[in-house]
């Protein structure tokens, strides 16, 4: 059976615009296909743990030769890189935090880039993704408008820093709808907002 992995990263609640995006796109989504499974976790209830020392140590040894401490400082990685796996799409909400993400999704991310399980190194210096067939929306929203023609354009370190984390695990099938302006007033928050929700709909029939 087919499944979406739908990450809410907000540690805003229901006043959040990126989880009400993301809520949007999943529900109309299961409208069009009904027997896919949705597999759902929210950061700001579940925090992630940051990488510690002995999570550096557990990943860097072969699995068979870890010690129990090991395994235990590695175990909730292991759930998430299996639940991210499993899925064949994944959607991610992720507000924009200072030109970047919030640090709960970064922390998720660390969580899930695992040599040896989401990429390998074939050799001194260089790497292999080891992630296949698997397609990403971003949701993202922006207090201001970081768009190709925006004069602040280059401020943007999150779609950037994005697509380069997981590509570098191999997915390559990546698409962002961003709501810009969401801080530059009411009417620009309804712009952008609105040019997101169009864009959604969109998706929603060919993604």
């Known amino acids: ?11 805003r609640g229901d006043r959040s615009h990126s989880r009400q995006l993301a809520k949007t796109f999943i ?25 510690t020392e002995e999570w550096i140590a557990a990943d ?19 759930e998430l890189v ?7 799409r994944c959607v991610f909400s992720v507000p924009m935090y200072n030109f970047s993400v919030p640090s709960n999704f970064k922390a998720y991310i660390d969580q899930i880039v695992r040599v040896g399980r989401t990429f390998a190194v074939v050799q001194d210096g ?11 929306l971003f949701i993202t929203t922006r207090g201001g408008d970081y768009g190709a ?21 191999g997915v390559t099938d990546v ?12 009417e620009a928050r309804q712009r952008g907002l609105s040019a997101a929700q169009a864009e959604i709909q969109k998706l929603v029939t060919h993604w």
């Open 82 to 88: 299996d639940e991210f796996l499993a899925a064949d």
């Open 60 to 78: 860097f040894t072969p699995p068979e030769t870890r010690t129990d401490e090991m395994r235990d400082a590695i175990s909730f990685s292991d």
């Open 175 to 186: 698409e962002f709808v961003h709501a810009n302006g969401l801080d530059s007033g009411d």
């Open 1 to 11: 059976m087919a499944a979406i992995l739908h990450i809410d990263s907000s540690p």
């Open 126 to 136: 260089e790497w292999k993704g080891l992630v296949e067939g698997k397609k990403i």
């Open 27 to 51: 529900t109309a989504w299961q409208t069009f296909h009904p027997e896919e499974a949705i597999i759902y976790r929210d950061l700001r209830r579940s925090p992630i743990p940051h990488v």
């Open 149 to 169: 023609n925006s004069p602040i354009a280059e401020w943007d370190c999150q779609e950037p820093f994005l697509k380069t984390a997981f590509k570098f695990i």
